[in-house]
C-alpha cells in the first residue's frame, strides 16, 4: 500500500469522526427510502399489522422522545469517552490513548446513536398533518415504526457501551491491546529468518560529492516509502536513510543522501520527501519500537511516586516480554537492503535488538532501583526471555545485553541504602537465574 493511503488509513482508525459520520449519512439514506416506501406501498392506510399504524401526533411525539433521547445518549457516550481518555492519560500513559481511539467498538456505538438521531429527524420532517401543504396527511407509519426499533437498539447500545467502557479502563486489557499492537508490527516488519546476504560490519560514509536531502518539515516519521525513497537514486545507486519511523524529524536536519549525485538534484529531493510522512504524533503502523514505548511508559508511571502501583508495573513489564520475545525470535531490516535497479539502501539507524532491549529496560530498571520485589520482577522477565529463545537463534549482542541488564540490576543492591536483607534478596534471584558475577 502507498504510504500516503496507509497514513490516511491510520488517522481514519484513529479518529472518532469518520464512523460515525458514515453512520449519519446512512441514516439520511435510510430515512428518505423509508418514508419513499411508506409513500409507495402504505399510501395513507392505518389499516397496518402488528400495531405499525400511527396517527400524526403520535408519530411526532415517537420520533421526537427517540431523537432527543438518543442526543442525550450520545452526550453521554461522547463524555464517557472523553473521560476514559483523560482518566488513562494521566494514570497511565499518554502513549495509550492512541488505543482507544482505535476502538471499534466505541466507534459503533456512536455511530448507532448519532445515525439514530439522524434517522428520527429526517422522518420527522415528512410527517404533515391535514391542515398543512395540501390538506393531506402524511404518516410513514413504518418509518416511525423503524424508529422506535432503532431507539430501542440504542438504548441498549448505550447499556453495552457503559460496560464496555468500564471494563476499557481495566490496565491489563489497555496493556493487552499495546502488546497486540506491538506483536502485530514485530510479524509484519521483522522476519523469522534472515534476509539473504550479510550486512556490513560498519554502514559505509557517504562520498564527498553526495547529495543531501534535508526535513522541509518537522514531526514525527510515520512511514517511510523505501521504494520509492531508493528510486530518487540513479541506476546502481545509494541512499543513505539518516531518519527512521519512530523519529522525530527537524526541519533543515539530514533526511538522506544520495550518491552519485542524481541529474535533477531538486527533482530527487522532492521525491524522497514525499517518500517520508510525518504527523504531530507516532503511530505503530510502521513503528516496531512503539509499542515497547507504550508499554515501558506505563511502567514507568505505575513506579513514579504521584501513582506507586508496583501491581501495574509488574502487569506492564511481563506484558512488555511478549513484545520483547516476538521482536527477539526475528530478525530486523538489513543495515544495508539490495532495491530494484541494483540500488542500495543504507538504514544505519533502524532499531536492532540492543537498542530495543534498552529501550525497555533501561529506565524501568532506573525507576525500580530500591524496589526489590520489582527489580525481582525484572530479573524474572530477562531470565523468561533467555529462555523463550533458543540460544541458536539469539542475537549474541542481543544476549549479551540482557545479561547486562541483570548485571546492573544485580549491582543496584549494591548502591541503594537498603536493609540487607532486601539488598540479599536482589542479589540470591540474580543469581538463581544467571549465576554469581564473574
Not at 93 to 110: A, C, N, W
Not at 329 to 347: E, I, K, N, Q
Request: proline content about 6%.
Amino acid at each position: 500500500m502507498d504510504v500516503r493511503l496507509a497514513s490516511l488509513s491510520e488517522r481514519l482508525r484513529n479518529s472518532l469522526f469518520f464512523v460515525p459520520m458514515a453512520y449519519v449519512a446512512a441514516a439520511v439514506l435510510l430515512g428518505v427510502l423509508a418514508v419513499e416506501l411508506d409513500q409507495r406501498v402504505v399510501e395513507g392506510t392505518t389499516d397496518l399489522p402488528f400495531g405499525l399504524a400511527s396517527t400524526v401526533d403520535s408519530a411526532r411525539a415517537i420520533l421526537g422522545t427517540v431523537a432527543s433521547a438518543t442526543i442525550t445518549f450520545a452526550g453521554i457516550a461522547f463524555s464517557i469517552s472523553l473521560l476514559v481518555i483523560q482518566l488513562a492519560s494521566s494514570q497511565y500513559s499518554p502513549r495509550v490513548v492512541h488505543g482507544l481511539l482505535r476502538d471499534p467498538f466505541t466507534k459503533q456505538i456512536m455511530g448507532v446513536v448519532v445515525g439514530t438521531f439522524t434517522y428520527c429527524l429526517v422522518v420527522l420532517r415528512a410527517v404533515r398533518g391535514p391542515l398543512e401543504d395540501d390538506g393531506d396527511a402524511v404518516v410513514p407509519s413504518i418509518s416511525v415504526a423503524l424508529a422506535l426499533l432503532l431507539g430501542v437498539v440504542s438504548i441498549l447500545a448505550i447499556i453495552a457501551f457503559i460496560n464496555h467502557s468500564a471494563q476499557t479502563m481495566d490496565v491489563s486489557r489497555i496493556l493487552a491491546r499495546a502488546a497486540k499492537d506491538g506483536l502485530a508490527v514485530a510479524e509484519r516488519l521483522w522476519d523469522e529468518e534472515p534476509e539473504a546476504g550479510s550486512d556490513p560490519e560498519r554502514v559505509p560514509e557517504a562520498p564527498d560529492d553526495h547529495l543531501l536531502v534535508t526535513h522541509a518539515d518537522d514531526g514525527w516519521v510515520r512511514d517511510i516509502d523505501f521504494d520509492g525513497l531508493v528510486a530518487t537514486a540513479p541506476p546502481g545507486g545509494t541512499v543513505r536513510l539518516e531518519i527512521e519511523v519512530g523519529r522525530y524529524a527537524v526541519a533543515g536536519t539530514p533526511l538522506c543522501r544520495i550518491w552519485p549525485r542524481p541529474e535533477d538534484p531538486e527533482r530527487s529531493c522532492e521525491a524522497a520527501r514525499a517518500a517520508i510522512v510525518t504527523g504531530n504524533s507516532r503511530t505503530v503502523e510502521q513503528d516496531v519500537s512503539y509499542a515497547v514505548r507504550q508499554l515501558a511508559d506505563v511502567a514507568l508511571r505505575a513506579l513514579s511516586p504521584s501513582i506507586n502501583d508496583p501491581t501495574t508495573a509488574q502487569d506492564a513489564v511481563f506484558h512488555l516480554g511478549s513484545v520483547l520475545r516476538a521482536l527477539l525470535v526475528r530478525h530486523p531490516p538489513r543495515l544495508a537492503t539490495p532495491m530494484p535497479g541494483d540500488r542500495l539502501l543504507l538504514r544505519p539507524e533502524r532499531p536492532d535488538h540492543v537498542e530495543l532491549i534498552g529501550l525497555a529496560f533501561d529506565e524501568v530498571r532506573l525507576a525500580a532501583t530500591g524496589m526489590p520485589t520489582m527489580c525481582v520482577y525484572l530479573l524474572e522477565l530477562l531470565h523468561l526471555l533467555e529462555e523463550a529463545v533458543d540460544v541458536d537463534r539469539l542475537d549474541p549482542e542481543a544476549f549479551a545485553a540482557i545479561r547486562r541488564q541483570a548485571a546492573l540490576i544485580r549491582a543496584s543492591a549494591d548502591r541503594t541504602d537498603l536493609l540487607a536483607h532486601d539488598a540479599d534478596h536482589i542479589r540470591d534471584a540474580h543469581d538463581r537465574r544467571f549465576g554469581p558475577p564473574t
